[in-house]
């Protein structure tokens, strides 16, 4: 299992207000707020990867295309979940790289909504579930 992940943001300020209103509806709690960074862990003490912010000493533009990291996935429990993230990231005003829809090429019942982050970093919420039939 993965422990943590850390994450360089241009504007800690600006990824604190931003991720406080996503990161509920991704299953994740506060764990951390210093004025040099914050964290989130799983919500109701579930075991999972903590992931925690610092501000970046140099900025630079990020891109998925580049090496490094291409993206986050965060596992949701419904497809109505799903939704329901991408009506927050719309809200406010990411980028929608794909709205909520199958995506058969991973495999049956995988439902996602993919977006970018203020500084570029490409999300996922993805449920693995088939629709109910």
Avoid at 9 to 34: H, W
Avoid at 42 to 55: A, E, L
Wanted: proline content about 8%; glycine content about 8%; charged content about 20%.
């Amino acid at each position: 299992m993965l422990g943590h992940l850390g994450v360089n943001v241009s504007d800690l300020d600006r990824a604190k207000t931003y991720y406080a209103a996503l990161m509920p509806l991704l299953g994740f709690e506060p764990y951390r707020d210093d004025p040099d960074q914050f964290a989130y862990r799983r919500q109701g003490g579930k075991p999972g990867t903590y992931i925690f912010f610092y501000p970046a000493l140099q900025s630079s533009t990020f891109s998925r295309h580049q090496t490094g990291l291409q993206h986050l996935a965060f596992i949701m429990p419904t497809r109505d979940a799903v939704h329901a993230v991408h009506d927050k990231v719309r809200e406010l005003g990411s980028e929608v790289i794909h709205a909520p829809q199958e995506f058969p090429q991973y495999h049956h019942g995988y439902y996602a909504t993919f977006w970018l982050e203020p500084d570029g970093m490409m999300l996922e919420a993805v449920c693995h579930r088939p629709p109910e039939e």
